[in-house]
Nanobody, 126 residues
Framework: EVQLVESGGGLVQAGGSLRLSCAAS????????IGWFRQAPGKEREGVSC????????YYADSVKGRFTISSDNAKNTVYLQMNTLKPEDTAIYYC???????????????????WGQGTQVTVSS
C-alpha cells in the first residue's frame, strides 16, 4: 500500500523558512514523480513543485521560483520542500502527491496524481 506522510508545517513570520518532508512508502514502481501542491482557503489546489525519479528533473511554479527548493533522499524515501523567504500568500495546506508510472512533471495537474498525503498546514504571519 502506497502511503505519503507530510510533516514540517507550522507558523512562521514573513521572511522566515520552513522545510516540509514527504515520507513515501509502498513504492514498487520504476518511475514516479513526487509533487507538492497547496490549497489556501477559498482557492483551488495549485501545483507548487515537482521532482521526477527518472532523471531528477524539477519544476517550480512561478510564484515560488527562487524561494522554494525541492529535493529527494532516495535512501530515506523522502522528498523535501525547502521554503525560504516565506510570504503571507504562501499560507495554505501543503500536500504531497505521487504519480506512479510514466509522467511529465509540468504542468502539474492534480488529476494526474495517484496518491496523496493528508496535508500539513503552513501559516505565514505578516
Amino acid at each position: 500500500e502506497v502511503q505519503l506522510v507530510e510533516s514540517g508545517g507550522g507558523l512562521v513570520q514573513a521572511g522566515g523558512s520552513l522545510r516540509l518532508s514527504c515520507a513515501a512508502s509502498g513504492f514498487t514502481f520504476d518511475h514516479y514523480a513526487i509533487g507538492w501542491f497547496r490549497q489556501a482557503p477559498g482557492k483551488e489546489r495549485e501545483g507548487v513543485s515537482c521532482i521526477s525519479s527518472t532523471d531528477g528533473s524539477t519544476y517550480y511554479a512561478d510564484s515560488v521560483k527562487g524561494r522554494f527548493t525541492i529535493s529527494s533522499d532516495n535512501a530515506k524515501n523522502t522528498v523535501y520542500l525547502q521554503m525560504n523567504t516565506l510570504k503571507p500568500e504562501d499560507t495554505a495546506i501543503y500536500y504531497c502527491a505521487a504519480i506512479t508510472g510514466p509522467h511529465t512533471i509540468a504542468p502539474m495537474h492534480r488529476d494526474d496524481y495517484d496518491y496523496w498525503g493528508q496535508g500539513t498546514q503552513v501559516t505565514v504571519s505578516s
